[in-house]
Structure formats: C-alpha cells, structure tokens
C-alpha cells in the first residue's frame, strides 16, 4: 500500500467549475502538505503549502488540510481552461533514521478545463 | 529569469552506456535535488544536496552518482545505464528553512534500449 494514494483521473470539467482534487494517506508521521501544478511536458511548480489542518487560501486556491482523516484537498474557483494540468500531492515527514525530512508525492491527478 | 536549467532535455541510451545530466540553477540556493518520475509512481529523491559540498542519498540511489560542482551545479550521472532507469529526471533547488523542494527544471526524459 502506498503511503499517499491519488486519483490519477483524468477529471474533466467545465470552464467555471469548482473543482476538488484530493489525497489520503497513511503515515500520521507526515506534517507538512504541499500541492504542485505539473503543466504538460514541464517541471513540478510548488503551489500551495500548509503544516496545521485547517483551510488556506491564495487567490482561486483553497488547500484544505484534515489530519483526524488523513485527508487534503486542493479546491480550485472558477476553473480555467489554463487550470489544465496534473496535480501532485506530497507530505513531509521527519525521518529518524536520516535526521531529515522526507517529501513523498502522490502519483498526480490529471485536470482538464473544458472551454 | 532562468531558474533551473538542465540538459540535455532528451536522450537515448543504450544498456551498459554511461552519461551525465547536468542541472544549474541561478537563484543562489543552498538546496539542490534530483528526482525521477515515472508513470503511477510519483516523484521519487534519487540524491540531494543540502549545500556546496555536500550530498546524502534519496529514496533510490542504486545505480547513480552526483557531483556538486559549485553552489550553482549539481549533476546526476549513469555509469552504467540499465533500461529500469528508463524515466524522466528533474533536478530541483531551494531555499526554504525546510529543505523541500520549490523550483523544478522542466526535465531530461531518458530512454535506455
């Protein structure tokens, strides 16, 4: 079983939506959440990052954080057609047989903004 | 502004070849990373370096080798490729007090016959 598990989709929605992109995981270890946009044929992009449960927010993102679930969520406002991406998750733990964090990422979920 | 550069951004390799790719980024960063990413798996840390002059091994280290030239270079290296390392490759800097990752180049897709 993978410590953190994500859809890989495709999810296809129409320009305006809301959309929900979502992660469990296993390790109640991990205590840093961060979400990357991953435009096609390009690098990870850091996008959002949280450490306590709770909701945050920047612009049409919204990270959303539940750790009694083992559960984040990624909403997006107003989807665009330039939303089109993959999406990852990743989680960082602090590991003690390295002395350091650990950053473990979901597989990503593919996003499509119909115009 | 460049951020993270690698090369080349495609190769092809056959068993037993060896290459290096190479990454540089001109954001002053202490942290570098390469990662390998392949279908269904996620990103994976094959090694990282936390400053000029160090390096620790990642997740999947067997089969590569780094080198951090300088505060601005840091290269993965195949001594001897095998098709299993087959995937797409990115090498990754920062600055954050948490040592995780913020800027990626955009890749070196690699393909071992």
């Known amino acids: 079983q993978k410590e953190v598990e994500q859809d890989p989709g495709p999810l296809s929605v129409p320009e305006g939506a809301i959309v929900s992109l979502n992660c469990t995981y296993s390790?109640?270890?991990?205590?840093?959440f961060m979400w990357y946009r991953q435009y096609s044929r390009k690098g990870p992009e850091l996008l959002m990052y949280?450490?306590?449960?709770g909701n945050k927010e920047d612009g049409r993102f919204t990270a959303q954080v539940d750790k009694s679930s083992k559960y984040i969520s990624l909403f997006i406002r107003d989807s665009q057609p330039s939303d089109s991406a993959t999406y990852l998750c990743a989680m960082s733990a602090y590991r003690r047989d390295t002395g350091r964090r650990a950053l473990t990422f979901g597989s990503g979920t593919r996003l499509q903004v119909q115009p | 502004n460049a951020g993270v550069t690698q090369t080349p951004k495609f190769q092809v390799l056959k068993t037993g070849q060896s290459m290096t790719l190479q990454c540089a980024q001109d954001?002053?960063?202490?942290?570098m990373y390469w990662y390998r990413q392949d279908p269904g798996m996620g990103l994976r840390l094959i090694y990282y370096?936390?400053?000029?002059?160090?390096?620790d091994k990642g997740e999947v280290p067997n089969g590569y080798n780094v080198s951090r030239l300088n505060k601005r270079e840091f290269s993965l290296r195949l001594e001897s490729a095998a098709p299993s390392q087959t995937s797409v490759y990115f090498c990754a800097s920062s600055d954050r007090l948490d040592n995780q990752p913020q800027h990626f180049g955009d890749g070196t897709r690699l393909s071992i016959l």
């Open positions: 370096s936390a400053s000029e002059g160090t390096t």
């Open positions: 390790n109640s270890a991990f205590q840093y």
């Open positions: 949280t450490y306590s449960s």
């Open positions: 954001m002053n960063h202490n942290s």
